[in-house]
């Protein structure tokens, strides 16, 4: 079992940034595909980013260059740091673990870009 436990969400104004945290309960980061998905009132959860044991990474389109995922090994723990941010952004993100095969999904943290 793997616990995951989001932080940094918040009220922030357009254009402004924000950073997520996803911490572990153990070290997981070298072996597995972990990733951010959000999902706004009303719609689907959506693929965020995601970033491989190898520390390659993937991003939606909507967030190119403007989101970027990280890890540090060393504290269990994934980012993603977030910048010019925009009102569409606001949702609730959740941390995602891919463990074998086995998904793994944190509580949630919520953002939202006040315009």
């Known amino acids: 079992q793997v616990q995951l436990v989001e932080s940094g969400g918040g009220l922030v104004q357009a254009g402004g940034s924000l950073r997520l945290s996803c911490t572990a309960s153990r070290n997981i980061f070298r072996l597995n595909l972990m990733g951010w998905y959000r999902q706004a009132p009303g719609k689907q959860r959506e693929l965020v980013a995601i970033?491989?044991?190898?520390?390659?990474?993937n991003y939606a389109d909507s967030v190119k260059g403007r989101f970027t995922i990280s890890t540090d090994n060393a504290k269990n723990t994934m980012y993603l740091q977030m910048n010019t941010l925009k009102p569409e952004d606001s949702a609730v993100y959740y941390c995602?673990?891919?463990?074998?095969?086995?998904?793994?999904w944190g509580e949630g943290t919520l953002v939202t870009v006040s315009s």
């Open positions: 970033i491989t044991s190898g520390s390659s990474t």
């Open positions: 995602n673990l891919n463990l074998g095969g086995i998904v793994y």
